[in-house]
């Protein structure tokens, strides 16, 4: 089997300030969500100037994994197409259409499975193959890589990132600094009905064994629920405070659950997070997200690669319902 090229799906983000509320529309459409509270996400935004980096990074490691397979053998072009913003999906698949895309090896920008961090992906591309199919009559047929949450090359960039985190501290304290993984907090019954919870834990152990760091915790970040909605917990700041005053000494934040240091980086842990270390007299570092690393690319390829050899010699078989 053939395929022509690779479509990056992502989150997106905001290119400007005009762009904050339009896009916020479109994440929250149809979530039980206080106008108070899309305001204050809004202000998250707009103290970085409205620009979510996530954009520009997701292009960044497109152009890495085209040079990558390329250099491999296999010149296929990477599109990108977001869920929530320019370029969205619809019109990245129109646009993959025109050039005459029939197949696609498709990466989803999420390392973790749940529905809102893998699920949800999948069904706004078939939303999106829809739409072709009624516009034009024809469609792309897509093939998903493999999990990689615990491939070696995404744990030793995270573990990479975490060490050169360490270096931060003052001498005396890094080797008594705990390794806190964060993740995007989700409904509790969403987690309880997917791997999500238990994908993150094998990540957050096998980065912290290749870091060389034994004492570790997973918390969570960003929830965006009413009060009264169960969500997965500790939430990062609650857990930071709680264990200061039960003795930690430092803290090493790694977004174990996030590819890019987007907004939600940005804000919750370099500001609100840290604000708390401060605040409590907490020294804390935080570990780059994956990024455009060198090594996470590689290993975009590496999977990327691994599909292409798979169904090289025959189609991939179609997903039926149980």
């Given at each position: 089997?053939?395929?022509?090229?690779?479509?990056?799906?992502?989150?997106?983000?905001?290119?400007?300030?005009?762009?904050?509320?339009?896009?916020?529309?479109?994440?929250?459409?149809?979530?039980?969500?206080?106008?108070?509270?899309?305001?204050?996400?809004?202000?998250?935004?707009?103290?970085?100037?409205?620009?979510?980096?996530?954009?520009?990074?997701?292009?960044?490691?497109?152009?890495?994994?085209?040079?990558?397979?390329?250099?491999?053998?296999?010149?296929?072009?990477?599109?990108?197409?977001?869920?929530?913003?320019?370029?969205?999906?619809?019109?990245?698949?129109?646009?993959?259409?025109?050039?005459?895309?029939?197949?696609?090896?498709?990466?989803?920008?999420?390392?973790?499975?749940?529905?809102?961090?893998?699920?949800?992906?999948?069904?706004?591309?078939?939303?999106?193959?829809?739409?072709?199919?009624?516009?034009?009559?024809?469609?792309?047929?897509?093939?998903?890589?493999?999990?990689?949450?615990?491939?070696?090359?995404?744990?030793?960039?995270?573990?990479?990132?975490?060490?050169?985190?360490?270096?931060?501290?003052?001498?005396?304290?890094?080797?008594?600094?705990?390794?806190?993984?964060?993740?995007?907090?989700?409904?509790?019954?969403?987690?309880?009905?997917s791997r999500y919870c238990e994908?993150?834990?094998?990540?957050?152990?096998?980065?912290?064994a290749e870091a060389g760091l034994?004492?570790?915790?997973?918390?969570?970040?960003?929830?965006?629920?009413?009060?009264?909605?169960?969500?997965?917990?500790?939430?990062?700041?609650?857990?930071?405070?709680?264990?200061?005053?039960?003795?930690?000494?430092?803290?090493?934040?790694?977004?174990?659950?996030?590819?890019?240091?987007?907004?939600?980086?940005?804000?919750?842990?370099?500001?609100?997070?840290?604000?708390?270390?401060?605040?409590?007299?907490?020294?804390?570092?935080?570990?780059?997200?994956?990024?455009?690393?060198?090594?996470?690319?590689?290993?975009?390829a590496d999977v990327v690669l691994?599909?292409?050899?798979?169904?090289?010699?025959?189609?991939?078989?179609?997903?039926?319902?149980?």
């Amino acid at each position: 089997m053939r395929f022509d090229a690779v479509l990056i799906v992502a989150f997106g983000g905001p290119g400007g300030p005009a762009d904050v509320r339009p896009f916020l529309e479109r994440v929250l459409r149809g979530r039980r969500v206080t106008p108070q509270r899309v305001e204050e996400v809004a202000h998250h935004y707009e103290l970085f100037g409205g620009v979510s980096p996530i954009t520009a990074l997701t292009m960044e490691q497109a152009r890495g994994l085209e040079q990558r397979l390329a250099s491999a053998g296999h010149p296929l072009p990477v599109f990108v197409g977001m869920r929530n913003w320019h370029p969205l999906l619809a019109d990245t698949l129109e646009a993959m259409h025109a050039r005459g895309i029939r197949r696609a090896v498709t990466f989803v920008a999420a390392p973790h499975h749940s529905y809102s961090s893998c699920q949800q992906y999948r069904e706004n591309v078939a939303d999106a193959r829809r739409d072709l199919r009624a516009g034009t009559g024809a469609d792309i047929e897509v093939t998903y890589v493999d999990s990689w949450f615990d491939h070696p090359l995404f744990v030793e960039v995270n573990a990479r990132h975490v060490r050169d985190a360490q270096a931060g501290l003052a001498d005396d304290l890094r080797a008594s600094a705990r390794l806190i993984f964060t993740a995007h907090s989700v409904p509790l019954a969403m987690a309880e009905g997917s791997r999500y919870c238990e994908q993150l834990l094998e990540s957050a152990r096998r980065v912290a064994a290749e870091a060389g760091l034994n004492d570790w915790a997973l918390v969570y970040q960003s929830r965006s629920g009413r009060p009264e909605d169960p969500w997965l917990e500790p939430d990062v700041c609650d857990y930071l405070r709680a264990e200061r005053a039960r003795g930690l000494q430092a803290a090493i934040l790694c977004p174990i659950g996030f590819v890019c240091d987007h907004i939600e980086v940005l804000y919750d842990l370099d500001r609100e997070a840290a604000d708390v270390c401060r605040e409590a007299g907490l020294p804390m570092v935080r570990a780059d997200a994956v990024n455009a690393d060198p090594l996470f690319l590689d290993m975009m390829a590496d999977v990327v690669l691994r599909t292409l050899h798979r169904h090289e010699h025959g189609r991939p078989l179609p997903i039926v319902a149980p």
